[in-house]
């Protein structure tokens, strides 16, 4: 699987861990920065992830910045992305089995490398199991479409 990362700099070590432990895993990392720790503007990372995955350059994303809030809110921001800010591994499971989470977000000041492996690692085992939650991702579609 690819899977797109991105960050802030706030976020720098902790996406390098991340991206570590996705290439351990079996995937394939698409970085898209930034890669130095230079002050920068999160929403340009989140909507680096969110289009990559939008426009199936990347299979599902992962941003990261101080809380993860900021850059899902800009990865949101993107049409066809279901973005969620993640600080323990039941929400993250349960955002992909019902909401199809396509872009997992944390923050790099909210938790440590370790549990953040376990929140991605529960989060990609997961899969959307549809049925009456079908229905609800449809209607977050449309959401979308109307505005």
Not at 23 to 41: I, K, P
Not at 88 to 111: D, M
Request: hydrophobic content about 40%; overall charge neutral; proline content about 2%.
């Amino acid at each position: 699987m690819i899977i797109a990362c991105g960050n802030d700099h706030t976020a720098l070590e902790m996406k390098k861990e991340i991206t570590a432990y996705l290439e351990e895993l079996g995937h394939s990392v698409l970085d898209l920065g930034t890669h130095t720790g230079e002050r920068c503007d999160y929403p340009i990372y989140g909507e680096k992830v969110a289009r990559a995955v939008a426009e199936k350059k990347a299979d599902l994303g992962i941003a990261i910045c101080g809380t993860g809030v900021g850059i899902s809110l800009a990865a949101n921001r993107v049409k066809g992305i279901r973005a969620v800010v993640c600080s323990e591994p039941y929400s993250a499971a349960l955002s992909k089995q019902h909401n199809n989470t396509n872009v997992l977000c944390f923050g790099a000041r909210v938790i440590g490398p370790e549990l953040a492996k376990l929140i991605v690692k529960s989060w990609l085992d997961a899969e959307f199991e549809g049925g009456r939650h079908e229905k609800r991702v449809n209607m977050l579609d449309e959401i979308s479409a109307r505005n």
